[in-house]
Nanobody
Framework: QVQLVESGGGLVQAGGSLRLSCAAS????????MGWFRQPPGSEREFVAG????????KYADSVKGRFTISRDNAKNTVYLQMNSLKPEDTAVYYC????WGQGSRFSRLYDYWGQGTRVTVSS
């Protein structure tokens, strides 16, 4: 089992920044690809960013490319999502997920473990 706990969400004005964190426990964090997904109000969950278990080849949704950055610190068992130039359409509940030996896929069905989510609200 892997337990994932997200933090760092909140209310921010458009153009602002937030950094989300996802702390993992329970298994060897470095063996897991990590992904960030989000679920906007009234919409389905969507891929945001992913990073392979080796820490290379980060992947991003087109809607966040150039604004969001995923990173990981294996020593702290934590994955981060730096979000800059936030827009109202970034408003959502953000989830992190873990995929053993994965590549940071954009397909949610490949992820084995999920956090409870952290809410991000961007005001215009």
């Amino acid at each position: 089992q892997v337990q994932l706990v997200e933090s760092g969400g909140g209310l921010v004005q458009a153009g602002g920044s937030l950094r989300l964190s996802c702390a993992a426990s329970g298994r060897t964090f470095s063996n897991y690809a990590m992904g960030w997904f989000r679920q906007p109000p009234g919409s389905e969950r969507e891929f945001v960013a992913g990073m392979s278990w080796t820490g290379d080849s980060p992947k991003y949704a087109d809607s966040v490319k150039g604004r969001f950055t995923i990173s990981r610190d294996n020593a702290k068992n934590t994955v981060y999502l730096q979000m800059n130039s936030l827009k109202p359409e970034d408003t959502a509940v953000y989830y992190c997920a873990a995929d053993l030996w994965g590549q940071g896929s954009r397909f949610s069905r490949l992820y084995d473990y999920w956090g409870q989510g952290t809410r991000v609200t961007v005001s215009s």
